[in-house]
């Protein structure tokens, strides 16, 4: 009995140290409506995990028959149109989620504070990346094949990348064997982002949330619960809207017309794209005429968020509020992230090339910018004091 009670006792203090570690510990008082982004992205993906399992039970991954089961879902499954409709509105959110996530990160400076939680969120977003385009696939209407057809012909430019094409294939050209593998691994990958997403929230418990100033406020701190708790709900809330409307509202409002059309293996669409979600990534992988060249350069711009805490090393403070050039070069960047998404729907040819180069620079050239005249103003600022 004396052993139960000392063990009820362990538990006891487990769950306090746990509640204590999860919602009240110490935040900046000053975090804005940006800071909500990052709740409403674990509410979307428990959407999409729950509607895609939902969505999984009458899918069949066969090329001859995936068609065939998105009809059945889709006019004789209980409310099967309402949770396609709403896993497919919920990938824009979830991208758009993402993508401010991101901004915010970039000009509040977030990369400064934690190296390890920024390069977990790169990490996250490149898997979010992967499973939105495999879930792209598995309607198998015209863009799904020929968009499957171009991404994985791009690891042929690496050593070895022939046999790996073809091992993911399951063969020399793209069957059923490809798109039980895609189906696989979209099912597969969204519980691997969940446990890094975890993983995520525990970097930010390790040494806390960044703020607008940018300053320490270790000293001057409220707890997270009940303060940003309610706050969370209230984004909730208006998450729930924003999903309510895209899918019941506008269901089609990113879809390609093409993706409702069976697929052609012998005719090529003049233009093939993706999502607007990685138009801009499309776009410059088309803004090199040559194969290796364009997808080294997507590649490296996508990866190139992960040398900003490199880029940033010795600055003083973390925001831009302070720093109006690098505030300028933020809002040239995100005009110049909806100039590629525009660019990157169009057909490559004539000045949409030249466009696609000088969004590319634009946007390498914005991404280096940003943390280095942060840093050369503080030192500019800091000497002037001295």
């Known amino acids: 009995m004396l052993k139960f009670s000392k063990f009820c006792f362990k538990v006891s203090d487990n769950l306090k140290s746990y509640y204590y570690a999860a919602l009240k510990y110490p935040c900046p008082p000053n975090l804005n409506i940006w800071w909500n982004m990052g709740s409403m992205l674990f509410l979307v993906l428990g959407v999409q995990i729950v509607s895609g399992l939902f969505l999984s039970v009458n899918y069949t991954n066969d090329e001859l028959m995936a068609v065939d089961s998105i009809n059945f879902i889709m006019r004789d499954v209980n409310y099967g149109w309402a949770i396609r409709s709403v896993h497919m509105g919920g990938a824009s959110l979830f991208f758009a989620l993402i993508y401010t996530h991101i901004g915010r990160g970039v000009y509040y400076g977030s990369y400064m504070k934690n190296r390890h939680l920024w390069y977990s969120g790169v990490t996250l977003y490149l898997l979010s990346m992967g499973v939105g385009f495999l879930g792209y696939v598995l309607p198998w209407g015209v863009m799904s094949y020929w968009g499957l057809t171009v991404i994985t012909n791009m690891v042929t430019v690496f050593p070895g990348g022939s046999r790996v094409l073809e091992w993911f294939q399951g063969g020399y050209v ?3 064997l490809t798109l039980k593998r895609v189906f696989v691994l979209h099912f597969l990958l969204p519980f691997v982002i969940l446990g890094m997403s975890l993983v995520h929230v525990l970097l930010l ?108 090393n010795g600055s003083k403070t973390q925001s831009m509020v302070i720093c109006p050039i690098a505030e300028f070069l933020f809002c040239i960047w995100v005009a110049n992230f909806m100039f590629l998404t525009v660019v990157g729907a169009q057909e490559p040819a004539g000045v949409w090339i030249m466009g696609g180069q000088l969004g590319t620079f634009i946007h390498l050239l914005c991404l280096a910018g940003m943390p280095l005249s942060s840093v050369a103003w503080e030192s500019l600022l800091f000497h002037e004091e001295e």
């Open 174 to 176: 793209i069957t059923t």
């Open 205 to 312: 418990h390790e040494k806390g949330s960044s703020n607008p100033l940018g300053l320490d406020l270790s000293n001057f701190s409220i707890p997270f619960h009940p303060y940003y708790t309610s706050k969370d709900l209230v984004g909730f809330a208006f998450g729930l809207v924003a999903l309510v409307a895209l899918a019941f509202t506008f269901p089609k409002l990113t879809a390609d017309p093409l993706q409702w059309q069976i697929v052609d293996k012998v005719k090529t669409p003049a233009v093939i794209k993706p999502e607007w979600y990685f138009l801009y990534a499309y776009a410059i992988l088309r803004s090199i005429p040559h194969k290796v060249g364009g997808i080294v350069l997507m590649f490296f711009a996508i990866f190139s968020m992960a040398l900003l805490p490199l880029l940033s």
